[in-house]
């Protein structure tokens, strides 16, 4: 039986922030070596219990946000600070013990405020129709599922350091923006982030007015160096091969997870992590056309949901040529595979180094997902996403299904308590992204 044989480079770091001490990297070399027929196995009976319709991406109208009326405001002074975790948010509680808002609650929360490069702004109003096509979606589980909290313990992010995974999707698709934060790609022209890495609720961010998104690119080579064709794969060779690498590498990571899982890394304090130091990419950065942030953000429109609009949209002025990811909507996290989610982004702990994590959700709203995914500053704004399968076929697709918002103090039995945050996209949220993607609501009337 032929056998799948990985090779994982392994490294050790620890989270002195937590009074452990720091460790440098120790590159070890992890061989596992897993029979084809024991991995399907095992990934059919932890991944898919159920069956196979809990994991395909299902198939529902949204509601249709179209545009009211748009003023003309005043230039922004660009003196507003980044904010490193937010304080005194709404709860899992109190989340769930708001009512649903109103029609015009919920058109007041979605109109938003563009900023354009020159510094003008405008305040877009919009209407929303056939809302009702979306109540059933809101599936948030009520139970408690209680994990381990090893984010303060043990770090279980994996640098993508190396250009031949980093510069492949679904790396590929992480920027990096110059406030400080981390975004997706969601169209050739469109980059997903937190509202927070652009504005503080009150004001723009200092650097704004100039801000950037870096796309990982390949070092340039020295003219003269390079192939003029020769023995160049053919574009469908080259696409099979990119898909094959893709799933390489996410299989990579489940094996690694089940084997922690089984007991056989037992008295190590570190998972293991693709990390490689070679052949590491640089940014190219592009500036930013114009951006978008919801009035639900700002403050004094009602504070009990602020953090459930941490979001924006920045439009850059060059599209790109990298592979961009899909949106996504998802019901609950009992439609997650073993409740889990993956980002990847910049972390300011590993300077210009992608990281990427994988984790189950702990807790979770109709807006928000409450988790320990390993993460520090950096790394909000990236795209939270999952793989399901496409209706009708045996392809697993990836699709943007949050943002992730970082570090948060929440109420828990009237204590506060700290997880880390990320937005879900619910069907409002994503007519009103695929408006500002795409500018015409008529291509926005499902998922």
Known sequence: MESICLRIEHLHQSNDSRGLSAMGPVPLTLLLCISALAVLVSAAAVDNPTGEDDYTWPHRK?????EKQTLHLGSSEFLAKPQTELHGICGIECQRGLPEPSLNDL???????????????T????TIQEQNVSDSWTGASGSRIRRRREVYGTDTRFT?????YSLKYPFSTSV?????????LVSPKHVLTAAHCIHNGTDYLDGVQKLSVGVLKERSRRKGKGRKGKGRKGKGQRKQKEEEDEEEINENAEIVEKQERKGKGKGRRNRSRRSTTSEQPSFRWTRVKQMQVPKGWFKGISENVVADYDYAILELKRAQKTKYMDLGVTPSIKKLPAGRIHFSGFDDDRPDNLVYRFCSVSE????LLYQYCDA???SSGSGVYIRLKEPGKKKWKRKIIGVFSGHQWVDVNGMQQDYNVAV??????????CLWVHGDSSQCRGT
């Open 376 to 378: 520090k500053p950096g």
């Open 107 to 121: 058109e007041q929360l979605l109109s938003y405020e563009t900023m354009y490069e020159n510094g003008t702004r």
């Open 123 to 126: 305040l877009t109003t919009v």
């Open 424 to 433: 879900r996209i619910t069907p409002p949220k994503y007519a009103q992204i």
């Open 364 to 367: 979770e709203s109709n807006d």
């Open 176 to 184: 990096k923006i110059s406030t400080g934060c981390s975004g997706v």
């Open 62 to 66: 949204v509601p249709l946000v179209q």
């Open 160 to 164: 993508i350091a190396d250009k031949q």
